[in-house]
């Protein structure tokens, strides 16, 4: 089986990616391969209400994720969220998590050059272009 991507979906029902970053009430944290999405922890975002930098707070709390996907996230606390290693991700209104992550499953196949750099890998599609690269030096 290939490394799962860990990925926190901000959330305030459970169901749907639909939490602000700095006002979710929780993040749902879920480690997805080609072959599986598994459900690793519900992480309260309570705890980091109280920290002098809330944001920081937050942003620690997935900072094991390499992905973040959130209904809305304004610029500073984005930037908190990347100097934590994760990407972040707006998503549209009402989407539902799970299908969410069953359509992130299936590109993790054939990754876009964003997804795969949070794998860690080269993403397929900038080949001819590493190869242009080389012919030029």
Not at 45 to 70: G, H, T, V
Not at 108 to 130: D, I, Q
Request: charge should be neutral.
């Amino acid at each position: 089986m290939a490394r799962p991507i860990r990925v926190a979906c901000a959330t305030d029902s459970g169901r749907y990616i639909d939490g602000h970053f700095g006002a979710c009430r929780a993040f749902v944290v879920w480690d997805v391969s080609p072959e599986r999405i598994e459900f690793i922890a519900a992480r309260s975002a309570a705890p980091a209400d109280e920290a002098e930098d809330r944001n920081a707070a937050r942003a620690a709390l997935i900072d094991d994720c390499q992905i973040a996907c959130f209904q809305s996230i304004g610029g500073p606390a984005a930037a908190k969220v990347v100097r934590a290693g994760v990407h972040p991700l707006k998503v549209p209104l009402a989407t539902e998590m799970e299908a969410w992550l069953a359509e992130l499953q299936k590109a993790l196949l054939h990754p876009p050059p964003w997804l795969a750099k949070a794998m860690g890998v080269e993403a397929a599609s900038l080949a001819p272009f590493r190869a242009t690269l080389r012919m030029m030096e």
